[in-house]
């Protein structure tokens, strides 16, 4: 037993909230959402983090709609009260987390002016609530950004480490950290790459076609009006304000999307691609540093779909550029090694 400063020494207590909604059963009135093979992502998570970064089976949340009916329903009460017990051990014990999202995201107008672009990201739920016109958005159905980064973000314990993971559409600034990097922006043929990438297209598996989910200029941005403060409370945010006063002091949080904020993200019955490629990243080099994972996926997501349309040219899928946030130094966060 190593005794240190008269505190007896842990190991760090891990979490994995794992969020995957297929959308599988709707009501006939309601339009047709199927994301099939969103129900592999968090079996691709949890294979990940058990074999490399020695998670147990007891360290993982799971709320999925599959087939088996074993896990949770993804409903948005379900899921807003799985955010906040996902931080309850964490208040004393946790120093690594691990929250994980896969499903559709959209965007609905912002109606407060913190956003740049003049619109909120959200996460939909399994009983979403879908209108045609993007302002009808029943936002007590959906799960916006400033709640996320509420639940979450703000309440993430000091010393502890919470790396966030959105496979959805229009996912960039999903948790409204204030510094971030699209991919496209870094060393896209990083020396990692090879690695993996003999041939990125079968990634998709054979004949398939990806299912599109429903759909920025290149930059390291701070990003302003975040945090859910305002000019007349700039404090709103404990982690903002830790951080003005302390930059030791600030827990360490980490938010990677599948795309940027106009984008889509795609996957087919495997599960999303950005996922895959995370996953093939980390398992390969999990001591690489943030930049090099991010070069990393960016380029295995850009050669998957190339590779889609080049094989069917009807698929017309669009850019998807991953994108990595941070509330700390984002210089300092692309040079750092994974935590998990």
């Avoid at 979403?128 to 993430?156: A, P, R, S």
């Avoid at 998957?304 to 017309?316: D, F, Q, T, W, Y």
Wanted: net charge negative; proline share 6%; with cysteine.
């Amino acid at each position: 037993m190593t005794i240190t400063h008269h505190h007896r020494h842990r190991d760090p207590v891990r979490k994995v909230l794992s969020i995957a909604v297929q959308y599988a059963s709707r009501p006939d009135d309601v339009p047709d959402l199927e994301l099939r093979g969103a129900h592999k992502d968090p079996v691709t998570l949890r294979r990940l983090l058990k074999k490399h970064f020695h998670y147990r089976d007891e360290d993982f949340t799971i709320l999925m709609d599959d087939e088996s009916g074993q896990y949770e329903s993804p409903t948005r009460e379900n899921i807003l009260r799985a955010m906040h017990e996902f931080l309850v051990a964490a208040v004393w014990l946790t120093k690594l987390m691990f929250n994980a999202v896969s499903g559709h995201g959209g965007q609905v107008p912002n109606l407060n002016g913190t956003e740049k672009d003049g619109l909120d990201e959200v996460i939909f739920p399994v009983d979403v609530t879908v209108y045609e016109d993007v302002n009808d958005f029943d936002e007590k159905t959906t799960i916006m950004d400033d709640l996320i980064h509420d639940i979450i973000v703000k309440h993430v314990p000091l010393g502890a480490h919470c790396m966030m993971v959105f496979d959805c559409c229009h996912s960039g600034s999903m948790a409204d950290l204030p510094e971030a990097c699209e991919g496209d922006q870094v060393n896209c043929d990083s020396p990692i790459s090879p690695v993996y990438l003999s041939d990125p297209r079968r990634a998709f598996g054979r004949g398939s076609a990806p299912s599109v989910h429903p759909p920025k200029s290149v930059r390291i941005r701070h990003a302003e009006g975040s945090h859910g403060a305002t000019e007349e409370n700039p404090s709103s945010d404990p982690a903002k304000h830790h951080f003005a006063a302390d930059p030791q002091a600030l827990a360490d949080v980490t938010s990677w999307a599948a795309c940027e904020d106009d984008q889509a993200a795609f996957g087919n019955s495997k599960g999303g691609i950005f996922i895959r490629a995370l996953a093939k990243a980390l398992a390969h080099h999990p001591h690489a540093s943030h930049e090099q994972i991010l070069g990393c996926v960016t380029h295995c997501v850009g050669d998957m779909i190339k590779g889609v349309n080049e094989r069917n040219p009807s698929a017309l899928l669009s850019e998807q550029t991953p994108e990595l946030e941070s509330n700390m130094s984002m210089g300092t966060v692309l040079k750092s090694g994974f935590d998990l």
